[in-house]
């Protein structure tokens, strides 16, 4: 799903060992709730917390572009690299994601 997809992104950055993970202690539930929470924060930025518990796969193409963004800046990157990140859009969608970016800009102090 699409909260699937940013929360596997953000695990990257966890600091736990395996073992509360596995026996599923309290911090464990402590770090998925914070990072539930946070996920849904980058996916209201984005205009996706509608879409959370669709398939990635069944996403417009538009939308699916903007959840690799999304998924992209989970892992808290400090430069953004976007490589041609509105192929195939129509100019809609390119004027969309491109004030998106600005307002990514602006509100995480990241390179892109």
């Known amino acids: 799903t699409v909260m699937d997809n940013v929360l596997i992104a953000m ?3 966890v600091k736990e060992s395996f073992i ?4 599923r202690f309290l911090s464990y539930y402590k770090t998925e709730a ?3 929470e946070k996920a849904k924060q980058l996916l209201e930025i984005f205009e996706l917390e509608n ?3 669709v398939l990635a796969k069944n996403l417009p193409y538009g939308t699916q572009r903007k959840l690799e ?3 992209a800046l989970a ?3 400090q430069i953004l690299f976007l490589d041609e990140p509105a192929a195939g859009m129509n100019p809609e ?3 969309e994601l ?10 995480f102090h990241i390179t892109i």
């Open 11 to 13: 695990t990257s950055k």
């Open 20 to 23: 509360p993970t596995i026996f």
């Open 34 to 36: 914070k990072l539930t």
């Open 51 to 53: 879409d959370v518990d």
């Open 69 to 71: 963004i999304v998924r």
């Open 75 to 77: 892992t808290e990157p």
């Open 93 to 95: 969608e390119k004027a």
């Open 98 to 107: 491109t004030q998106l970016i600005i307002k990514v800009q602006r509100k």
